[in-house]
Structure formats: structure tokens, C-alpha cells
């Protein structure tokens, strides 16, 4: 058996103790590790949603205005610039499918 230290009186303790015999700490249990979110699929996934949420609100603009000649000629940059920075925070705040972070192992 391996011994460890114990967190409140720093006595010697068994690993399979629960809590120290000497002060009644019980012993901290070790942190399961949490896996980490791929960079590169949040990036890709980023990119396909600013995309689609792009190609979405122009096929909506384009049917709600009858013909591009009435609002003379529309720029799509702007809409884009804006889909990216939604498409940003929400990949970031784990909105998007594919983006959430995920749960502890057990």
C-alpha cells in the first residue's frame, strides 16, 4: 500500500484510509480529468454555421424583397461579418451542436 500525506495534519495515512485517524480530514479524492475541447473541430464547425447562418438570412432577405433592382444592389459583407460574429459566440458558449463542452469521465 502506498502512503500519502494527509491534508490537514500532514500525518502519514494509508491510501485506502478514508479519512486521517489523527484529525479527521477526510482524504481529498483526486480530480477525474476532464477532456479538453478539439480546437480544430470548433474551428471548423465555427466556420460551417457563419456559413450557413450567412446563406440562411440571405435566401430570407432575398424572399422578402421582391427583386434585388428595388433596394438596388444589396452587399452580403455586412451580413456576413455579422453571421461570423454570431457564429463566434455562440461556438464559444457551447451553443452550436458539436460545441459543448464535454462532461466528466468517470
Same mark, same amino acid.
Given at each position: 500500500?502506498?502512503?500519502?500525506?494527509?491534508?490537514?495534519?500532514?500525518?502519514?495515512?494509508?491510501?485506502?484510509?478514508?479519512?486521517?485517524?489523527?484529525?479527521?480530514?477526510?482524504?481529498?479524492?483526486?480530480?477525474?480529468?476532464?477532456?479538453?475541447?478539439?480546437?480544430?473541430?470548433?474551428?471548423?464547425?465555427?466556420? $460551417?454555421? !457563419?456559413?450557413?447562418?450567412?446563406?440562411? %438570412? @440571405?435566401? *430570407?432577405? #432575398?424572399? +422578402?424583397?421582391?427583386?434585388?433592382?428595388?433596394?438596388?444592389?444589396?452587399?452580403?459583407?455586412?451580413? $456576413?461579418? !455579422?453571421?461570423?460574429?454570431?457564429?463566434? %459566440? @455562440?461556438? *464559444?458558449? #457551447?451553443? +452550436?451542436?458539436?460545441?459543448?463542452?464535454?462532461?466528466?469521465?468517470?
Amino acid at each position: 500500500m502506498e502512503m500519502v500525506y494527509c491534508p490537514g495534519c500532514a500525518s502519514d495515512l494509508h491510501d485506502s484510509t478514508g479519512a486521517c485517524p489523527v484529525c479527521g480530514v477526510p482524504r481529498a479524492m483526486p480530480l477525474a480529468p476532464t477532456p479538453k475541447r478539439n480546437p480544430f473541430k470548433l474551428i471548423a464547425l465555427c466556420v $460551417l454555421y !457563419a456559413v450557413a447562418i450567412w446563406l440562411t %438570412a @440571405l435566401f *430570407v432577405i #432575398g424572399g +422578402l424583397v421582391a427583386s434585388d433592382a428595388a433596394m438596388g444592389q444589396s452587399e452580403g459583407g455586412p451580413l $456576413l461579418l !455579422a453571421s461570423i460574429g454570431v457564429s463566434i %459566440a @455562440l461556438t *464559444v458558449r #457551447g451553443k +452550436l451542436p458539436g460545441t459543448a463542452s464535454p462532461g466528466p469521465t468517470p
